[in-house]
């Protein structure tokens, strides 16, 4: 974790007393009659935060536009957005700046950008129970994340693990926005106000950061941002066809489950199952075997299943095989929603757009907050 700004680092001291954030002198120093000023000062300033802030909880969250989501990306994200869509204000952002950390060909991320777009949709988002847009459309977060830079540590930033991984998966591309990548996911969050954010327990660490910006930033300039809050979601951790590595489209071991059914099927009766199991007659352990339990997603008859395994009434080929069928039935829909979408890409613009400008009020107002507070207006 990240430490915490000192009130040395976020104040200033004069002759007359030790002064606070915003140039405030502290209580302490103050008479009487000051010290309820100075109570009077702080209750506002709780208030007004307190008054820009939505009626109803919001929440946020960012994907890079990698393409077609893979199964992973669905079981371990997209649903979770689905059902929170209901449950929140919730702002699902296509976060295009962020892959220009590693992404440098235009056409390229246009058309993994728009391709996101249908399939989040396709997937079960829907552009009127919660705003999706384009990060970039909202350009206000980059004049919000310059600020946050102002009072984020280089340290804070060298120490992230994301930053020490990328160092080493990208040498020869290791490029100023990997290192301020936190402070950007910081400014993604909190100028739509967003007060909670749905991860897995194992992001918590990246989530802290934002909050210690928050913190450094409200110390420092007054009260003017929520900290954001985890909303933990039972996002398991899906393996890839490898057996072994998290699923991941710069590993090659995805399932594409919005790809034609003849890809999905090679897909997946290529993955490695029980490397223990030899024999079609050895009994087999779904505890361990990837395909088992991918099983538990699409039907509720996995437990039999994972018996036929351990009995050996049945072989890693069979258990496969059902597994490619389900998920090409299950995913059949979203498939045919998504080829409707990409063949007309004037109407998902539209889609981006429309949540670009429904939330353009809300960026356009803390910034003028913040500009104010800074002294920038």
């Known amino acids: 974790m990240a430490p915490q700004p000192t009130m040395t680092d ?9 002064r606070g954030a915003a140039g405030r002198p502290c209580p302490a120093d103050l008479s009487p ?4 000023d100075a109570m009077t000062d ?3 300033a709780k208030s007004a935060i307190a008054s820009s802030l939505p009626a109803k909880p919001r929440i946020f969250s960012g994907i890079q536009p990698t393409g077609r989501p893979h199964l992973g990306n669905d079981l371990g994200a997209i649903r979770n957005y689905v059902a929170l869509q209901d449950q929140y204000e919730s ?10 950390t590693h992404v440098h060909d235009p056409e390229t991320l246009r058309r993994q950008t728009l391709e996101m777009a249908a399939a989040l949709i396709a997937l079960g988002l829907d552009p009127e129970r919660c705003t999706l847009f384009v990060q970039s459309d909202r350009p206000e977060v980059t004049e919000l994340c310059w600020l946050f830079n102002t009072v984020t540590p280089v340290g804070w930033l060298q120490r992230t693990p994301t930053f020490k991984e990328k ?3 990208q040498p020869d591309d290791v ?10 996911q910081a400014a993604d969050i909190v100028i ?3 007060s909670l954010v749905p991860i897995g327990k194992d992001q918590a660490p990246h989530l802290e950061l934002s909050r210690e910006i928050v913190r450094a930033f409200n110390s420092r300039y007054g009260e003017t941002f929520p900290e954001p809050q985890p909303v933990y979601t039972q996002a398991p951790v899906v393996l890839g066809t490898d057996g072994t590595r998290k699923m991941s489209k710069s590993i090659g071991n995805t399932i594409e489950v919005l790809a034609e059914p003849d890809v999905i099927r090679k897909q997946i009766m290529s993955m490695v199952t029980d490397t223990q199991r030899i024999l079609r007659s050895d009994p087999g352990r779904p505890q361990v075997c990837n395909v088992c339990q991918l099983h538990r997603h699409f039907g509720e008859d996995y437990e039999e299943i994972w018996d036929g395994e351990r009995t050996a009434r049945t072989g ?4 496969k095989k059902l597994l490619a069928e389900r998920i090409i039935a299950h995913y059949a829909p979203a498939r045919e929603t998504y080829k409707e979408l990409m063949a007309d890409p004037a109407r998902l613009r539209r889609i981006l757009d429309e949540g670009a400008e429904r939330i353009r009020p809300i960026a356009e107002a803390t910034m003028t907050e913040v500009r104010e507070r800074m002294g920038l207006r």
Not at 92 to 99: F, L, S
Not at 175 to 184: D, E, F, I, S
Not at 316 to 319: A, P
């Open 175 to 184: 490029n100023h926005g990997l290192l301020t990548y936190p402070v950007l």
């Open 10 to 18: 976020v104040g200033a001291s004069s002759a007359n007393g030790t």
């Open 42 to 44: 702080a209750a506002a």
């Open 91 to 100: 702002i699902y952002c296509i976060v295009d700046y962020h892959a220009l």
């Open 33 to 36: 009659s000051g010290k309820l």
């Open 167 to 169: 160092r080493q998966t």
């Open 316 to 319: 890693c080929f069979d258990t």
């Open 192 to 194: 739509y106000k967003a």
